[in-house]
């Protein structure tokens, strides 16, 4: 993935990323903060309860004391257990509700990004972060930012008691405090760069996990499920190496702050002692000393661990950061020109010449010049990687030609919102894609708001109907994930029906490759001939019945045009065109 800018940024300013999704709650987030704040003020006032119990409950044996002691620690509890509860509920709440927002617009930009990106990019390594990532920050949400603010809050409050108790003894709490600190800021730098290390190697194994089983037909044919496996278990054998760096560099973050922490409570415990029997101090000054000191201590271990969850939140906001900083390559510009309403469906290219930009030594195609007239069908035919494909690809806008334009309706496609450009033209894909849906709501994806008897004459004009009523649920027929449970032809009259129901002024044809039987072959042939009946026309063409119906045949090879005429007169011409005709087309030649 390209590094954006926002890469470089560093440390914890990446979870600025999080205040705009924070923002609509502030409600919200104000009362899980007073709740928070309650919260830690009755712990402290435990400590008070504490020393109450056993100054003023134990001393004279008085029951009434020892009663009304015990009481007010139970109120205190009662409290707590309320301020605690609303705390958690509301810092949940906003959590699930930012990680769900944040997925959402995540999502919403990886979707229009350009297909030049998805050249490039793993989907596996992109649902990770939207997953996973995103997990991390609704963790850091929902529990760590919370947890934190509550241990410094009683971490705060719990040493300034330890002050008004012993000044002496919390002079020793004090002197271990930047033992504690100190490599908590030390080990935190270097847990982010570890976990975004251990982050990268979870997207690989989602990528590695997506590709096998997108193509798990492919894996098991080759009977390759043994390769699968050892490809897998690599790229997970170094993600458990990668998260092992991090857990050791944390171990050893947790022995310092542990030993360090009640290693200084045993010594105090020690020099309180001396003091309570010296009679300088009582029991339960004591006893509150240590449930401050231990509040003390247990705060800084909490916020040292909480620290490296705040570490591994911030490399996940700086992955999805620089998923959200690419832009897309192909955009409307900043004042569109309107495309001529209604569409004459007039198409030309004009000088083209275009390279992949993964493939920027290898010209898909060179001074490509082609005007489609109103109405005409022109088929595009030629020898595999011709670059056939590459023009249905350009006059989409899925990419920009390095020279030349292309034009529709004479206007330059560059200067027009690709929304509106799109909407003049239907594609009926090689390999068309039916998602795991009903029947119904796959041809209803051609125009969303087609009523069901217009989705039944879209199946009907495109030969689908017959096959669809034979499903077992007819129309509500579940299709399965990619349509798995259709046959090519099928697939393909789906994709036809989609587009009857777009009706739009140019169509866009790419005839599957794979050999449909007989008569499905016949079936998709009528549909498209309906379709393309008073439509300006481009089909990428394999069949003879195509090329004998097309108003003009283009010839390609190595991305340029080489001949151009009706079968007829390419067969006499005897040239390419007719080289590739008794090849391709020897079923009905
Ligand atoms: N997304 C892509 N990234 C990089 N190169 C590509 C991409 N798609 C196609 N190409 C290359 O561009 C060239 C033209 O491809 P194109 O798909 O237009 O050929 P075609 O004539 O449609 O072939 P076919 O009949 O086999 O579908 C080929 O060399 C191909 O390898």
Known sequence: ???????????????????????????????????????????????????????????????????????????????????????F???????????????????????????????TARTGDILSRLT????????????AISMGLRNVLTGLGAFAMLVATSPKLAGVVLVVVPFVVGPLVLFGRRERRLSRTAQERVADLAATAEEALNGLRTVQAFTHEPL????????????????LRRVASRS???????????????????????????????????????FYAVLVASSGATLSELWGEIQRAAAAADRLAELLAVRPAIAAPPSPRRLPSPSAGRVAF??????????????????????????????????????????????????????????VDGVDIRAVDPADLRARLGLVPQEPVVFGASAAENIRYGRPDATDAEVRAAAEAAGAAAFIAALPRGYD???????????????????IARAVLRDPPILLLDEATSALDAESEDAVRRALERLSRGRTTLVVAHRLATVRRADRIVVMEAGQIVATGTHAELVREGGLYARLAALQFSDGA
């Not at 509301?90 to 944040?102: I, N, Q, T």
């Not at 996973?132 to 529990?143: E, F, K, T």
């Not at 699968?228 to 998260?243: G, K, N, T, Y």
């Open 1 to 87: 993935m390209t590094p954006p800018a926002s890469g470089a940024q560093a440390g914890v300013a990446s979870l600025r990323l999080l205040l705009p999704h924070l923002r609509p709650y502030a409600a919200r987030a104000a009362g899980a903060a007073v709740a928070l704040l309650l919260a830690a003020g009755l712990v402290l006032a435990l400590g008070q309860g504490l020393r109450r119990l056993v100054d003023e409950g134990f001393a004279d044996g008085a029951p009434g004391q020892l009663d009304r002691a015990a009481l007010f620690l139970f109120a205190v509890v009662a409290a707590l257990a309320v301020a605690t509860s609303a705390r």
């Open 89 to 119: 509920y509301l810092v949940s709440w906003l959590g699930e509700r930012v990680a769900a927002d944040v997925r959402r617009d995540v999502f919403g930009h990886v979707i229009g990004l350009s297909p030049a990106f998805f050249d």
């Open 132 to 143: 996973a990532d995103v997990a991390l920050l609704q963790a850091l949400i929902g529990s």
């Open 228 to 243: 699968e496996r050892a490809r897998f278990s690599a790229e997970a054998e170094r993600s458990v190496e990668a998260a």
């Open 252 to 290: 050893a973050l947790i022995l310092a702050v542990v030993l360090l922490g009640f290693g200084a409570i045993t010594f105090s415990l020690w020099v309180g002692g001396r003091d309570v029997v010296a009679g300088r101090m009582t029991g339960g000054e004591l006893s509150a000393f240590v």
């Open 350 to 407: 004009e000088a083209v010449r275009f390279a992949y930009p993964t493939r920027p030594g290898a010209g898909a195609l060179d001074g490509f010049t082609l005007r489609v007239a109103p109405g005409e069908t022109v088929a595009l035919v030629g020898p595999s990687g011709a670059g056939k494909t590459t023009v249905l690809q350009l006059l989409m806008r899925f990419y920009d030609p390095q020279a030349g334009r292309v034009l």
């Open 477 to 495: 027929t579940h299709l399965g994930a990619r349509g798995a449970t259709l046959s090519g032809g099928q697939r393909q009259r789906i994709a």
